[in-house]
């Protein structure tokens, strides 16, 4: 029987009420809720692997769970500290310094019940090695969560802004990059992000595209209009499990569960 004491202070948030996150808050959500029901346990341990400075960490925690995040930047994990704080939920969420490539250095391998991986496969040096460490913290049966920068939406966003030659660059580069002046290393299909985690041992479970028309409707039309947002934000939800769309969101959404 849950114990609703061991839940935080303050409702759970969604890490942004927003276009950027909402889609893969509410996989994630769902996941966790499998596992607690999986195991037993109302307070999972989730290990967010380059989890900066707590969007997703700090609401993970405020559902009641333990977090451990591992980042390299001490400038994050001071902000990820002062965001627990400010929420009441320093006591369930450790930030610790580290590497994905370097994981086991800093935590127990083989133990968390669920992992995320965020924005962080585009700027490791070894996405096979960065996905198979971040399995491999796994339980069996645990969940893994990668969200990483889809090809396709860079090449929308490029044509769509009048830089035809960067679109057509970025289509034929093989780290899905436009140019020397992108900011992103490297970019995923969601067949490259697939099986990333299959060959890291994941049985995937679902894939969603984030951001698939968030990025290119004027900001003006999403701000002023009268329930646009949330009109925009179902939208989004119900494109993010079509096949169609991943392959023109700016980010791409892999779950799984490590196999037993
Ligand atoms: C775009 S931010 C994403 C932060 C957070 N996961 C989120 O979704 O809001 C990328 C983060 O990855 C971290 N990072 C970069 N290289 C890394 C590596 N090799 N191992 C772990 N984290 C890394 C950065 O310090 C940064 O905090």
Redesign the pocket.
């Known amino acids: 029987m849950p114990d609703p004491s061991a839940r935080g202070a303050n409702p759970p948030r969604p ?1 942004r009420a927003s276009l950027r996150t909402s889609v893969v808050w509410e996989v994630l959500k769902d996941a966790l809720d499998r596992r607690v029901k999986a195991t037993g346990r109302d307070a999972l341990d989730v290990l ?6 707590g ?2 960490a700090v609401p993970v925690a405020q559902l009641g769970h333990r977090v451990t995040v ?4 001490p400038n ?1 994990l001071f902000a990820l500290e002062r965001r627990a704080a400010e929420e009441s939920v320093a006591d369930r969420v450790r930030g610790v310094q ?4 370097g994981l086991f250095d800093v935590v127990e391998r083989g133990g968390y019940d669920a992992v ?1 991986c ?3 496969l585009e ?3 070894d996405p096979a090695e ?1 996905v198979s460490n971040a399995v491999a913290a796994l339980r069996p049966g645990g969940a893994v969560s990668l ?1 990483a920068a889809g090809l396709g939406g860079a090449v929308i966003a490029r044509a769509l802004a009048g830089h035809f030659a960067e679109a057509r660059q970025a289509l034929t580069d093989p780290a899905g990059r436009w140019g020397d002046a992108d900011p992103i290393p490297r970019r995923f299909t969601a067949e490259q992000l697939t099986e990333l985690a299959e060959r890291a041992g994941v049985e995937v479970g679902a894939v969603h595209g984030v951001r698939v028309f968030a990025d290119l409707v004027p900001g003006v039309l999403v701000d002023t209009e009268p329930g646009a947002l949330d009109a925009l934000l179902k939208l989004e939800a119900a494109a993010a499990e079509l096949p169609a769309f991943h392959s023109v969101a700016t980010q791409l959404h892999v779950l799984g569960e490590k196999r037993g």
């Open positions: 890490p967010d692997t380059g989890g900066g400075s969007s997703f591992v980042d390299p930047s994050a580290g590497d994905v490539h995320l965020h924005g962080v700027f490791v040096d960065g969200l």
